[in-house]
């Protein structure tokens, strides 16, 4: 936990599939629209200019949601480091982490929700694993989680091998359903549906939960599966939601693809009476604008269909911190 | 749940009443399905009118998505008609009204499903 007991995620690759980066006429469109509504003002300072962005323009106006495929950090306020997924977010983290605390001596524990590229490709570009002095615990419940990370660093994929890295790296295979205490969080993973199958962690410090539930699709007339779901997700404070497809997509021609909405995420928080919905693992097509309006309607979805509680609704970006 | 289907020549209207979500739409899905069966070329064609369905969830959505799927496989005709507000943008949110034959009104459906029905409809 933090010194005040209280748990923070932070996000450092929020896209689903592939990471994205956005054009220089995306950019340039930004800057068109903004530049446009700030005729007039007076923006001579650089604060004049910050409160202008904070003020007068969204979201989408002023930011990105940006493009690193998966990678969170649960911050606990203990010295060792707490990750979901190592995609290429974990290149960022780990350069952070280079800056901050300097290149070796540090824990990390990081748990894979699974092995699809997207999830792991930030690895090999994760400096603290070629730093003597780090150590790496690499969690999941799949059997061939080893494999794939050493795969990708083999030829012809990678020029540097598995074995050339110099952190001290260790697999440690979960069973589903299991709780554990790891880095001081009571840990259960739970098995989703997904190609290959791909596993949800629920992480409980103090009186704080945060579930991981990515790259999952959900049947909604499988009403056993639908309960565990709110059951694993009951009375958390935040839910990471894979809403990748709209809900139309996920049942006709993304069926089986294994990804889920922004309409099931909410019915699964609702349900579990989870107090925030945050929608991650975005579709890579989606620009800043697409995104954002995926958000303004998750709100007004779970406005006109609000019973007595509210859940609150986010849309996760690069960089992206949230205090429970 | 009673659909109270009405007949317009050849085409059938169903209504529905009050909330479609995980306690009502597995009956929803058996009474709608001797109807889908029937929703085939050369045979009815359906309209479900959702003027007195106060609410659907994605379980109910998903039934609505198997009828489709299985009008389009027996080359039939199915339309949603007269949504109310709060499920009209359910069904935007979703984006159901890109892959449903969604209708401002029933008579609007009949309209576009067969100009036989319509003439029924007007009659009746």
């Known amino acids: 936990m933090q010194p005040d007991g209280r748990l923070k995620v932070k996000f450092w690759g929020t896209r689903g599939s592939i990471p994205v980066a956005m054009t220089s006429a995306e950019v340039r469109r930004k800057l068109i629209s ?18 202008f962005l904070d003020r007068e323009l969204d979201f989408a106006g002023s930011h990105t949601f940006g493009g690193n495929s998966s990678c969170v950090e649960i911050i606990t ?42 999830h792991i490709m930030g690895f090999p570009f994760f400096m603290p694993a070629y730093a003597a002095g780090n150590h790496i615990r690499i969690y999941g419940c799949h059997a061939d989680l080893e494999e794939a990370f050493r795969g990708q660093h083999a030829a012809p994929s990678f020029p540097v091998d598995f074995s050339r890295l110099s952190a001290t790296i260790e ?25 290959g199958d791909s596993y949800g962690y629920r ?14 699709e959900h049947k909604q007339d499988d009403l056993t599966e639908i309960k565990a779901f709110a059951e694993f997700f009951r009375d958390a404070d935040l839910v990471i939601f894979d809403s990748q497809y709209s809900l139309a997509e996920a049942t006709s021609i993304k069926e089986d693809w294994g990804h889920s909405s922004n309409v099931v995420g909410l019915e699964l928080c609702q349900m579990a009476h989870a107090k925030c919905l945050c929608l991650y693992h975005h579709e890579p097509v989606s620009d800043d604008e697409r995104i954002a309006a995926l958000l303004a309607e998750t709100r007004r979805l779970e406005e006109i269909t609000r019973s007595d509680r509210r859940v609150e609704i ?11 | 749940m009673d659909l109270r289907p009405k007949r317009y020549v050849d085409t059938v209207v169903l209504s529905p009443v009050g909330r479609i979500d995980h306690s009502t739409s597995e009956d929803f899905k058996i009474t709608l399905a001797p109807h889908m069966t029937r929703c085939a070329e050369g045979q009815d064609r359906v309209i479900l009118d959702f003027a007195s369905v106060e609410y659907i969830s994605s379980v109910g ?24 507000p709060a499920v009209r943008e359910i069904f935007d949110i979703s984006r159901f ?19 036989k029905a319509l003439a029924a409809f007007d009659a009746a």
């Open chain 2, 97 to 115: 009204t890109m892959v449903l034959d969604v209708f401002p009104s029933v008579r609007e459906g009949l309209a576009r499903l067969s100009p």
């Open chain 2, 61 to 84: 959505l998903r039934v609505l998505m198997l009828a489709s799927k299985q009008a389009k496989s027996q080359r039939g005709s199915l339309g949603i008609a007269a949504l109310q």
């Open chain 1, 171 to 195: 697999f440690v295979r979960l069973e589903p359903e299991r709780e554990y205490e790891i880095a001081g969080l009571r840990v259960r993973p739970k098995l989703q549906r997904h190609g």
């Open chain 1, 34 to 51: 903004a530049l446009t509504r700030a005729s007039g003002r007076k923006l001579e300072t650089p604060d004049q200019a910050a409160a």
């Open chain 1, 77 to 118: 306020g203990q010295r060792d480091y707490v990750l979901c997924d190592l995609g290429s977010g974990a290149r960022v983290f780990g350069n952070e982490v280079l800056t901050t605390r300097g290149p070796s001596g540090q824990r990390f524990h990081a748990f894979m929700s699974h092995t699809h590229w997207d």
């Open chain 1, 314 to 324: 986010l849309a996760a970006y690069d960089g992206m911190e949230i205090a429970l």
């Open chain 1, 203 to 216: 992480f409980q410090g103090g009186d704080k939960v945060v579930v991981y539930s990515t790259d999952a």
